[in-house]
């Protein structure tokens, strides 16, 4: 697809001076386009749910890679990839490897069997994690020696600074560190996910075994050993790097893996270490248990923990170079298939790297960025909570983070409901949250103060259910009202309500939001909320947290579209009703933003409308089923994704509906689970003035000719590049710099009060 073709808000004509960067091309295991007069359930209309998560990876990767991105936000994309790959296995990967355990031969959407897809996986994977490592050494880690960080070997070390580092490691690493032995006598050591481990394998003489040993490299200890500060101080602080170091004074770091491997002499003294290879696990996350039959819903989630630490391997990454008999040794005492080996260069975690980031070197970062307070809540706070809910009863708010404050417009929120008088009860759901949440100290803060609290905590939240586990018994300890979750569902809204007695009757003061009650990732996550006092949409909250806590199947709301009950059903009412004014003639447009598009019957109704002449613009951070640019089949429909310093989590649409067009934000992407297995709340925005911000923070998502990317109809991205002689359009700096004015207009009395 052109730039051209690219369509942004009403105003075409911007994208004309817009230019396209090829991506290198890449074996990508789909097949070229469909014929246009392809029927809508061949399998080839719909792109692999697993390939297209892993397309979004390598355009995660692309940040690393290119060079106009600040040095150590590299870095960062570098780690985050990880991260990323790390949940892909645990979850993607590991759920494929349970289906064929289970003889499972339904094809997916896209026609394939799991086995298939596993195998298209596992390779494209594997390309992913070669061009992360070429990317670290070819790239990044010369460009930090440049700016004068080096990360070198333990060879490129002076004997002085060797003994230095031999020091700090029979101190401060030694002792932390406990070798496990195979041998008749002792079986297989248990390997945790996600660690990173030696195998050492060691012999007393000539003539005697080879055993074989793994030493657990720990996750306490700093993965880059500062040298400078060892030398200075073998066996003192732990920190990774010294901010006493002048920004500008070259450093140098050395692998705490290296530090083991070449002093592991050590550890297993008297013996002969024959090699060292490093090695790391990973291992299915997707176990689980029958909450029909369970016990208790905390039990199972105990015990689904429990269940994890043990589960299936899905994937060894291996140190090149590592020995034959040591890969298949750790092969087959894991139990994976010669295809579920990675062999890569060190570092094999990119983590690692985060430990550079302590360094005071502000010219390798992004310009730092401080949410800005939104003007409707400026100078409130929980001190005078009549003033706080009087402003949103005068008229609904909409908050857009990172832009606007979390703690300056939610926390404020709830601190004041919290600590006013005439409010009789909180009720809130929370999916995840910051381990040390304020959000769920000032509902503590609020059951202390005579307040009703009712909170929907989703044990089943994957990754976070330790967390969650935790605050549940911490709330219930303080008298808190706390149900755990649904029984076949998982609670995914983002929504709050707070009864508050005004004059003898009782209002309702409601938010409903796309993102969690988590302030650290609300500066990370672009994510929108809105506030309202209308009585509407807080009966239909009433409505939801009775469902919550109680018996009942609510089947009708006023306002909100809740998942499973109406949510696909008004969704799809409403992508059809563009359509049946496309075919009339009447104006039919849909903007649809969203972390992915999965659902394909979403996906089939979308055809259908761009068929009936729909004109269809979708953002789709993540994965896309859909194929746009089809002729007479999705020539009408535009995707693009947009990677940059924020991760894109909001979602927002827009339905023309012939000049008379309506708008939502809300938790639930269009996926599957989202519309059918998933709480879900989204909720109208009505209020022009709002309707216009979204208008705008839309326009600017697909202005952006440096961030984004556009799907062609094979499922490739190309990223778009502005013109020799055009501007540059970055949507986060237009969006940081549009709160920045609003910030200066409200300081001068320019807006509205």
């Not at 105990?302 to 291996?318: I, P």
């Not at 970062?365 to 706080?388: L, M």
């Not at 949510?567 to 563009?578: A, F, G, I, Y």
């Amino acid at each position: 697809m052109s730039d051209d073709e690219a369509r942004g808000g009403d105003s075409q004509a911007r994208h004309a001076s817009q230019t396209t960067a090829p991506v290198r091309a890449r074996e990508r295991g789909d097949d070229e386009s469909p014929p246009a007069d392809a029927d809508l359930t061949d399998p080839s209309l719909y792109l692999n749910r697993e390939l297209s998560e892993l397309a979004f990876h390598e355009r995660v990767l692309h940040e690393a890679i290119d060079d106009r991105n600040p040095l150590f936000q590299r870095v960062k994309f570098l780690s985050i990839l990880t991260s990323n790959l790390d949940e892909f296995f645990m979850k993607r990967v590991g759920g494929l490897k349970q289906q064929m355990a289970a003889g499972v031969s339904e094809l997916s959407p896209d026609g394939r069997t799991p086995n298939q897809q596993w195998s298209l996986v596992l390779d494209r994977a594997r390309d992913l994690l070669d061009r992360q490592s070429d990317c670290f050494h070819d790239l990044v880690r010369p460009a930090l020696a440049d700016a004068g960080i080096e990360i070198v070997g333990y060879d490129d070390l002076t004997a002085e600074e060797q003994t230095a580092l031999r020091d700090y490691f029979e101190a401060s690493v030694l002792p932390t560190l406990t070798p496990l032995t195979f041998d008749p006598a002792h079986p297989f050591p248990f390997i945790s996910n996600l660690s990173l481990s030696l195998a050492v394998r060691t012999t007393e003489g000539d003539d005697e075994p080879t055993k074989f040993s793994r030493v657990k490299v720990p996750g306490n200890r700093p993965r880059l050993v500062n040298v400078a500060e060892r030398v200075g101080d073998a066996g003192g602080k732990e920190e990774s790097a010294d901010s006493s170091v002048s920004a500008a004074a070259p450093v140098r770091f050395v692998p705490l893996v290296a530090v083991i491997e070449r002093n592991i002499d050590l550890l297993f003294p008297n013996v002969e270490v024959i090699d060292t290879s490093a090695f790391r696990v990973t291992r299915n996350a997707e176990v689980r248990r029958n909450e029909e039959v369970a016990e208790g819903l905390i039990a199972t989630i105990e015990d689904v923990l429990r269940q994890r630490r043990f589960a299936t391997v899905v994937r060894l990454e291996v140190q090149s170079g590592t020995p034959e008999a040591v890969r298949d040794l750790l092969a087959e005492q894991l139990d994976v298939d010669a295809s579920e080996v990675f062999e890569r260069d060190l570092p094999l975690d990119y983590g690692a790297l985060a430990s550079l980031f302590d360094l005071d070197r502000p010219e390798l970062e992004v310009d730092p960025w401080t949410p800005q307070p939104h003007p409707r809540f400026a100078g409130r706070s929980a001190d005078d909570p009549d003033s706080v809910f009087a402003e949103i009863a005068r008229k609904d708010v909409l908050v857009h983070h990172p832009y606007h404050s979390f703690t300056g417009t939610v926390g404020t929120f709830l601190a004041a409901a919290a600590a006013d008088p005439g409010v009789l009860a909180i009720k809130a759901t929370i999916y995840r949250t910051a381990p040390d949440s304020e959000v769920i100290e000032t509902l503590i803060e609020a059951a202390k103060n005579g307040k009703q609290v009712a909170v929907m905590v989703e044990l089943k939240a994957r990754f976070d259910e330790e967390n969650n586990l935790r605050w549940v018994r911490r709330l219930e300890e303080e008298g808190i009202h706390v149900a755990y979750g649904t029984i076949g569902l998982k609670t995914h809204t983002k929504t709050a309500l707070v009864v508050r007695e005004e004059d003898d009757e009782v209002r309702l003061y409601s938010h409903i939001a796309t993102g969690n009650y988590h302030s650290q990732t609300a500066k990370l996550y672009t994510d929108l909320g809105l506030f309202t006092a209308d009585p509407d949409i807080g009966h239909d909250l009433v409505r939801l947290f009775n469902f919550f806590t109680g018996h009942s199947r609510q089947e009708t709301y006023r306002k909100l579209l809740v998942a499973p009950t109406n949510l696909r059903e008004e969704m799809t009412r409403l992508v059809r009703r563009e359509a049946d004014h496309a075919r009339a003639g009447r104006d039919a447009r849909i903007v649809a933003k969203m972390n992915a598009l999965e659902d394909p019957a979403m996906v089939r109704e979308l055809y259908e409308a761009s068929m009936a002449g729909v004109d269809i613009d979708l953002v789709v951070r993540g994965i896309c089923r859909l194929r746009p640019g089809i002729e007479g089949l999705s020539e009408n429909v535009s995707v693009s994704s947009v990677v940059g310093r924020f991760l894109e989590h909001s979602r927002i649409f827009y339905f023309e509906n012939a000049g008379d067009p309506d708008y939502y934000v809300g938790s639930a992407d269009w996926m599957t689970r989202n519309l059918d297995r998933r709480v879900e709340a989204v909720a109208p925005v009505e209020d022009p003035e709002h309707r216009a911000e979204l208008d705008a923070v839309l326009d600017a998502l697909l202005s952006d000719n440096r961030r984004r990317w556009v799907m062609d109809a094979e499922g490739r991205y190309q990223q778009l590049r502005p013109a020799d002689d055009a501007q540059e359009v970055e949507v986060h700096t237009l969006l940081m710099n549009r709160a920045l004015a609003e910030t200066h207009r409200s300081k001068n009395g320019d807006h509205e009060s």
